[in-house]
């Protein structure tokens, strides 16, 4: 049969599921309380998206191809809740840089000496940079994470090189 008579979207081609962020494997899924809020609120999301889906029955090849996406996203997010460990800010030291601290860092030494960066330490899912909030799996978190106020560390920012001091911890309400 020529392609002429056959349907664009009709190729067979699998559909693309967008990946969760990356988790390494056998990396411990820590959440805060809030992220654990947030991926059983996008579960519901997920879950409504399906029903809608379901329900429409205009296009069959769109509505199979929209449950496909929508189920692999469903299975993803259900597998990531099932193994998340939620971690109690108020169960971490106070006085030491851990999982939902808060940290605030001063450039002593490098490209910009004064800088101050403040960020927060959370779940891979959670992170976002635009809003400060820091995988523990990134680099930097790591370079932070047992470091207590006063401790210089050095981060490596590319080829360049940076020594930083932490000046303030702060555990919020997550």
């Known amino acids: 049969m020529s392609r002429a008579f056959v349907k664009e979207d009709d190729s067979g081609e699998a559909p693309i599921i967008p990946p969760r962020a990356a988790l390494p494997p056998g990396v411990t899924n820590y959440v805060t309380p809030r992220g654990l809020e947030l991926l059983r609120t996008e579960l519901t999301e997920l879950e409504a998206e399906r029903s809608q889906a379901e329900a429409n029955r205009d ?10 996406i929508l189920n692999g996203r469903i299975a993803a997010l259900t597998s990531r809740i099932a193994t998340a460990k939620v971690i109690d800010t108020k169960d ?9 601290a808060t940290v605030t860092l001063e450039t002593i030494k490098g490209k910009n000496p004064g800088q101050e960066r403040t960020f927060t330490i959370v779940g891979v899912d959670e ?3 635009e809003a400060g909030l820091i995988a523990f799996v990134a680099p930097i978190a790591k370079i932070v994470t047992g470091a207590k106020v006063g401790q210089k560390i050095t981060l490596r920012l590319g080829k360049d090189e940076e020594v930083a001091e ?6 919020q309400n997550n």
């Open 127 to 129: 992170a976002s940079v």
């Open 92 to 100: 971490q030291p106070a006085n030491q840089v851990r999982f939902g």
């Open 166 to 171: 932490v000046t303030n911890i702060s555990y």
């Open 59 to 68: 296009n069959e090849a769109e509505r199979t191809r929209q449950l496909t």
